[in-house]
C-alpha cells in the first residue's frame, strides 16, 4: 500500500521518533505548528477515526495509553492539544489516522 506512515512506521522513510510501542509509533511532525508537534500513529494501517472498529480499537486504547506518557517526556505538563482530522472537510492530508499532540505554548482558544 503507498501510504506515507506506513512507511515512516516501516523505517523506509525517516522520521525523528519520539515513542514506540508493539501497537504505537509517534515521531515529531516535519511541519511543526507549535513548540512540540508529535504525531501519534497506530502501527497498523487504520484510514482515518471514522475507520475505528470494535476490532481495531486495541491500537486506539494503546495510543491513549501512550499519549500521556510521551506528553509528559515533551515536557507538556501545563497541558496541550490532541487533534485528528478526517477526510476532505477535516482536511486530513495522510490517510492513516494519526493524533496531532500540540502543546508547549499556551494554544489559541479557536479550533475551526
Ligand atoms: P493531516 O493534515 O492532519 O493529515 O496531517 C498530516 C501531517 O503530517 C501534517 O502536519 C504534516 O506536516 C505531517 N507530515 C507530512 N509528511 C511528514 C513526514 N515525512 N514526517 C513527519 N510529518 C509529516
Ligand atoms: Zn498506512
Partial sequence: M???FCKIIG???????????????AFRDINPQA???VLVVPKAHIASADEITAENSAAVAAMFNAIPKLAASEGLANGYRII??????????????????????????SMA
Avoid at 485528528?84 to 482558544?109: A, W, Y
Wanted: with cysteine.
Fill in 84 to 109: 485528528t482530522n478526517i477526510g476532505e472537510d477535516g482536511c486530513q492530508s495522510v490517510k492513516h489516522m494519526h493524533f496531532h499532540i500540540l502543546g508547549g505554548k499556551k494554544l489559541p482558544e
Fill in 11 to 25: 523505517g523506509e522513510i525517516p522520521s525523528a521518533k519520539v515513542y514506540e510501542d508493539e501497537l504505537v509509533y
Fill in 2 to 4: 503507498d501510504c506515507l
Fill in 35 to 37: 513548540p512540540v508537534h
